[in-house]
């Protein structure tokens, strides 16, 4: 596989640079392509959305979605997934419910690498059967940007670049596999992407998988998708929302004491993250101010079931990634 980004590729930072860029890889996917079929997966992601709108102005009804709910998503991401691309943008799109099998088959494994692989693995059994079950494609889409092709060579097993799709006989189109984060969301503004999804922050493939530390429980796991959830309200009120690059949250599989109406808790804590960064190769640490972050932890205090405290990590990248697993 060919994975060093062309010299011939300049940066692209205007419309008009977009605009060429989606020309041109509508031409190279119509060829590579021709009649035959391509099955995508859709995370709702940034990469996927926009690698699924150049796939569909490409080949159009030929693009078959598939969207995997693993279990692992955030707070109404799926319905916002169905109602984006099937109700917007017309697409064809199967809607899978695998959280039961994703969850039992993480059970227990701890080791973050093992996640990842087990997740990814899983992930490419449900494309199988789902492709099994349509028997005429030929090709698999990924929304493969170049962070990935660079981190996968040494750091994490990013479940979506390696070898395990020549396994199922399919070709891969990876219509954005040498572009930079910044440089698929302007492609994504000049295909008629709406913002809200254009500008969107990234998500790991792994999801919320990979911040739920050590093994995944069901409980710890919807901690995490609640606090998530108030982060990223938050940031809306605050209009931090399209000003920091990346913010979540992550549940670590310890157990701290505290304090609540006068009894003795034992609790998860919450700890927030929010970075920015061009190309997620290095970061720095947002400075929220105090009063954002109190109104943050006061609601995941009482809002987030098996919570008794807030953390916020003020580590750059190096020496942290982005991610803690
Ligand atoms: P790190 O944690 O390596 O993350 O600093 C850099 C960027 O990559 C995202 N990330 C992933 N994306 N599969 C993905 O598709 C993964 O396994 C994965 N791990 C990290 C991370 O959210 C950040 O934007």
Redesign the pocket.
């Known amino acids: 596989m060919n994975d060093v980004r062309p010299e011939s590729l300049k940066r692209i930072e205007t419309s008009a640079q977009a605009k060429a860029y989606i020309e041109n890889e509508v031409a190279s996917i119509k060829k590579q392509v021709g009649n035959k079929k391509v099955l995508l997966a859709l995370s709702g992601?940034v990469?996927s959305s926009v690698c699924a709108a150049l796939l569909i102005k490409a080949i159009g009804k030929n693009l078959v979605c598939v969207h995997v709910n693993h279990g692992l998503l955030r707070k109404g991401e799926s319905e916002q997934v169905i109602s984006v691309f099937k109700e917007q943008l017309g697409a064809t799109l199967i809607y899978v419910d695998a959280v039961d099998r994703f969850l039992d088959n993480l059970k227990g494994i701890s080791d973050p690498e093992d996640k990842?692989k087990t997740?990814g693995k899983i992930f490419i059994d449900v494309f199988k059967e789902e492709s099994q079950k349509l028997n005429d494609i030929s090709f698999l889409g990924q929304g493969t940007i170049y962070?990935?092709i660079l981190?996968s060579k040494g750091?994490?097993?990013?479940?979506?670049?390696g070898g395990l799709p020549e396994e199922l006989g399919f070709e891969l189109v990876e219509p954005v596999k040498f572009l930079y984060?910044d440089e698929v969301r302007i492609v994504g503004k000049e295909l008629g992407l709406p913002d809200s999804m254009v500008y969107r922050?990234?998500?790991?493939?792994?999801g919320l998988g990979?911040r739920c530390l050590g093994a995944i429980t069901r409980d710890r796991l919807e901690a995490l998708r609640e606090s998530d959830y108030i982060l990223r309200d938050e940031f809306k009120k605050a209009n931090l929302e399209g000003k920091v690059?990346?913010y979540?949250t992550i549940v670590p599989d310890l157990k701290s004491t505290g304090i609540t109406d006068g009894m003795r808790t034992f609790e998860w804590p919450v700890i927030i993250r929010a970075v920015n960064?061009r190309d997620?190769?290095s970061?720095t640490v947002e400075e929220i101010p105090y009063e954002i972050l109190f109104k943050i932890r006061d609601r995941i205090l009482s809002e987030v079931k098996g919570v008794n405290r807030v953390l916020y990590d003020i580590t750059n990248?190096p020496t942290?990634?982005?991610?803690?697993?």
């Open positions: 992601g990469d990842r997740i962070p990935d981190e750091v994490k097993a990013h479940h979506n670049v984060k922050q990234p998500f790991p493939g792994p990979v690059w990346q979540f960064t997620a190769v970061a990248k942290a990634t982005i991610e803690w697993e």
